[in-house]
């Protein structure tokens, strides 16, 4: 009897637990919509995405370079407004669109270019928010938490408002997952009553998938699992035919068509800025498959991959940028879609093209110097797999706070501080508002140029700056500029050499040797060829240049100038550069190793020093003792007064005080100098005692102020220190 009525009365017991239980999840769902009460769902998805929109791009727009930045930008400027062809794989989807704002009146071209990179990345954020809004049940706090989390880190804020490739190619790979998410959480997805949906989003996913390979190569490792999950749909629900197949496979080609722009570029011949011939299907696919890079290689080089580091690259890179707790978190969506089932398709699929992109890439990026600008290079690669992690974190704070039963609205005030703190850490590294830097150091090295003057360069900061500022901004267009690893392809002659007005080429293309394979032409038949006009070298010439006969280089500023053996008189070298004298670099607390502006100030110290070593140089070559003496003189004279420049520029505020620091390496080729002239006059004895003694004073002076003024890194890479040391314990070494 007992059994019995333990048996009637157990199923209505857990009738009540279930409604309490409903009740209870229906009084939750009440008090977290009291935020925004009486408001659809779909309205309020739509007020969040506009409001990160608008919020974004004023953040951006109000942060952008309103110049040129460093890197690419200056090429893929050029390349739009000339309507020419980019770097490989020629960026087609870009040039476009950077062609189209390029016609909005508002400030220079880059700035214009700049600005589509802002609209860029405030379309990523809003497509990052919606999908989270989706995913989390319209979970508004979390969407907006994580949204903010990410496109204000200092990673993808930089980004988004420099004019590159990277900004556009956030936004396509957000706007597939934003339809791979509709596509796998459509009801159909389970069981198929209606096809006409889903059919719709696949086509939607093909058209998707090939407007981002018109972009950025890497968006594969996306397109790939994306297409592995229609044609799983297309099997598990008997939806597969060839007919099916083909209308997707044609879908998903038909932006390719974009690539058309390539060869229409190499027909023109308009553009004064284009890479590679394309009126050749060789040439085109060539240019499409990186060739010049190697297709599965990060750089051109024989450079072996290192797996490991590239591993602890990336880690290291994902802690400082999204934090810990965002790892975390995306842990456990992982682990709790796997235990629980929710959300398990899609979360399968960003884990699945996370691992695909880290592993793929990791295995292929070829740079073992992750240090300085190399660091700046490979970080971009980190963005998109960056966006897989955040919408995971989404979804994992979303399910700790259904375990945790934390209400929403007390997310709110976590909201508030994180995006001011965010605001707070980035805003004075990501505000670029008032950098001019790139231009500024352009015009100041064009400036110093004679009329008419032909520039070699090699490398993106000059090659890139200045074909930026000759053509798009029409400064010095007299000067012509050359990028030596141009000038050495095939077909640059045909293709370019017309726009190069004045300038006379030997040959079809530039080699280092003479090549009997190829009616090429050396740095010195190019030289003798265009003797009417001055010809520079500038900033890190390219490292295969041989020695010539009859030519060689002498500084001049940050470049060097190409003169006769023989016709040029190192003593009436001017004590003190008047144009470096006045220039001002970047200042070093504002931006990091990983940062082109750094570059500019290594420059500057180099162009600095250039000339000392140069005369220095010079002395050791010399057989002359008294114009060795001579030489030696001029040397520590140029290096003092140099170092000294710099000392009243940092007193009067010109220049960081940090940069001090790179003084240690004038005061380190004073003392060299100084010892160079006392050993000279010791052993050979062209003056009396007591020069020497002066000069044995003065090396010592100056290697006491390296030791004392240079960094412990710069002590421990320096071969000489040492040495050094050793010179000053012992004095009549």
């Known amino acids: 009897?007992?059994?019995?009525?333990?048996?009637?009365?157990?199923?209505?017991?857990?009738?009540?637990?279930?409604?309490q239980k409903q009740e209870e999840q229906e009084k939750q769902k009440q008090e977290e919509q009291e935020i925004l009460p009486e408001i659809p769902r779909q309205y309020v998805t739509l007020l969040c995405c506009s409001t990160i929109f608008v919020f974004s791009l004023s953040i951006y727009t109000a942060t952008t370079y309103p110049s040129l930045p460093g890197g690419d930008s200056g090429e893929l400027m050029v390349t739009a407004k000339e309507f020419g062809v980019a770097h490989p794989p020629g960026y087609p989807l870009f040039t476009i669109l950077a062609k189209l704002f390029i016609y909005i009146p508002v400030g220079s071209t880059a700035y214009r270019v700049n600005m589509l990179s802002c609209f860029l990345g405030a379309?990523?954020?809003?497509?990052?928010?919606?999908?989270?809004?989706?995913?989390?049940?319209?979970?508004?706090?979390?969407?907006?938490?994580?949204?903010?989390?990410?496109?204000?880190?200092?990673?993808?804020?930089?980004?988004?408002?420099?004019?590159?490739?990277?900004?556009?190619?956030?936004?396509?790979?957000?706007?597939?997952?934003?339809?791979v998410h509709r596509f796998l959480s459509h009801p159909t997805t389970t069981a198929a009553p209606d096809e006409a949906k889903p059919t719709q989003l696949m086509y939607c996913l093909a058209f998707v998938s090939g407007l981002c390979m018109t972009n950025q190569h890497t968006s594969w490792l996306l397109v790939l699992?994306?297409?592995?999950?229609?044609?799983?749909?297309?099997r598990t629900h008997k939806m597969f035919s060839v007919h099916r197949v083909t209308g997707l496979t044609l879908t998903g080609l038909s932006p390719m068509l974009l690539y058309l722009q390539l060869p229409l570029a190499s027909y023109l011949k308009t553009a004064r800025v284009s890479w590679g011939d394309h009126t050749t299907l060789e040439?085109?696919?060539?240019?499409?498959?990186?060739?010049?890079?190697?297709?599965?290689?990060?750089?051109?080089?024989?450079?072996?991959?290192?797996?490991?580091?590239?591993?602890?690259?990336?880690?290291?890179?994902?802690?400082?940028e999204l934090t810990m707790p965002v790892l975390f978190l995306a842990l456990?969506?992982?682990?709790?879609a796997v235990r629980t089932g929710r959300n398990i398709k899609f979360v399968g699929f960003l884990t699945f093209s996370w691992a695909a992109y880290v592993t793929f890439f990791c295995s292929l990026a070829n740079i073992t110097n992750v240090m300085g600008i190399y660091a700046g290079v490979i970080e971009r690669f980190w963005l998109q797999p960056s966006l897989y992690l955040v919408l995971l974190a989404g979804i994992g704070l979303a399910e700790m706070c259904t375990l945790a039963k934390v209400n929403n609205r007390f997310l709110i005030p976590v909201l508030v501080v994180i995006l001011?703190?965010?605001?707070?850490?980035?805003?004075?590294?990501?505000?670029?508002?008032q950098n001019y830097h790139m231009e500024n150091f352009g015009r100041h090295i064009l400036s110093i140029l004679p009329n008419n003057s032909i520039m070699l360069t090699s490398g993106d900061l000059s090659t890139n700056t200045f074909r930026y500022l000759t053509i798009a901004e029409a400064v010095r267009p007299d000067v012509s500029i050359l990028d030596m690893a141009f000038i050495g392809s095939r077909w640059f002659v045909p293709v370019l050499a017309h726009h190069m007005t004045g300038v006379t080429f030997p040959g079809v293309g530039y080699y280092p040797r003479p090549n009997k394979h190829f009616p090429t032409f050396t740095l010195e038949q190019f030289l003798e060829a265009n003797t009417g006009r001055d010809v520079f070298v500038c900033l890190k010439p390219r490292d295969d240049t041989p020695e010539m006969d009859n030519w060689t280089t002498v500084p001049h500023s940050f470049c060097k100038k190409f003169v006769r053996r023989g016709s040029y008189d190192v003593l009436k070298m001017s004590p003190v550069s008047p144009s470096l004298d006045i220039y001002l670099p970047p200042r070093t607390e504002l931006y990091g190793d990983e940062t082109w502006e750094n570059v500019i100030l290594h420059e500057y110290w180099e162009a600095m020093v250039a000339p000392g070593r140069f005369l220095w140089t010079t002395a050791e070559q010399t057989p002359d003792l008294q114009r060795k003496k001579e030489l030696y003189t001029k040397a520590y004279n140029y290096l003092f007064k140099t170092k000294t420049s710099i000392r009243e520029k940092i007193e009067e505020g010109l220049i960081s005080p940090t940069s001090?620091?790179?003084?240690?390496?004038?005061?380190?080729?004073?003392?060299?100098?100084?010892?160079?002239?006392?050993?000279?006059?010791?052993?050979?004895?062209?003056?009396?005692?007591?020069?020497?003694?002066?000069?044995?004073?003065?090396?010592?002076?100056?290697?006491?102020?390296?030791i004392a003024s240079a960094s412990p890194l710069a002590k421990t890479a320096d071969k000489d220190f040492k040495n050094i040391v050793m010179l000053l314990e012992n004095p009549g070494m």
Request: charged share 15%.
């Open 283 to 320: 040439g085109f696919l060539f240019h499409f498959l990186r060739k010049d890079y190697g297709t599965l290689s990060l750089v051109k080089g024989d450079e072996k991959v290192d797996m490991v580091q590239n591993y602890r690259v990336l880690f290291t890179d994902l802690c400082k």
């Open 332 to 336: 456990f969506a992982v682990l709790t």
């Open 225 to 234: 699992p994306t297409a592995s999950s229609v044609l799983y749909y297309m």
């Open 123 to 179: 379309i990523t954020n809003t497509l990052l928010c919606g999908v989270l809004l989706g995913v989390t049940q319209g979970n508004i706090p979390v969407s907006l938490l994580i949204t903010v989390m990410t496109g204000f880190s200092r990673l993808f804020w930089i980004w988004n408002i420099t004019g590159e490739v990277f900004a556009l190619n956030n936004a396509l790979c957000m706007l597939l997952i934003f339809i």
């Open 420 to 433: 001011g703190a965010r605001l707070h850490s980035n805003w004075g590294v990501c505000d670029q508002s």
């Open 1 to 19: 009897m007992g059994k019995r009525l333990k048996g009637n009365i157990s199923p209505q017991r857990q009738q009540q637990q279930e409604s």
């Open 660 to 706: 001090w620091n790179h003084t240690a390496y004038y005061s380190k080729y004073l003392g060299v100098q100084c010892r160079q002239l006392w050993v000279h006059t010791t052993s050979r004895s062209l003056v009396p005692g007591s020069m020497g003694e002066k000069y044995n004073e003065c090396q010592r002076e100056h290697f006491s102020d390296y």
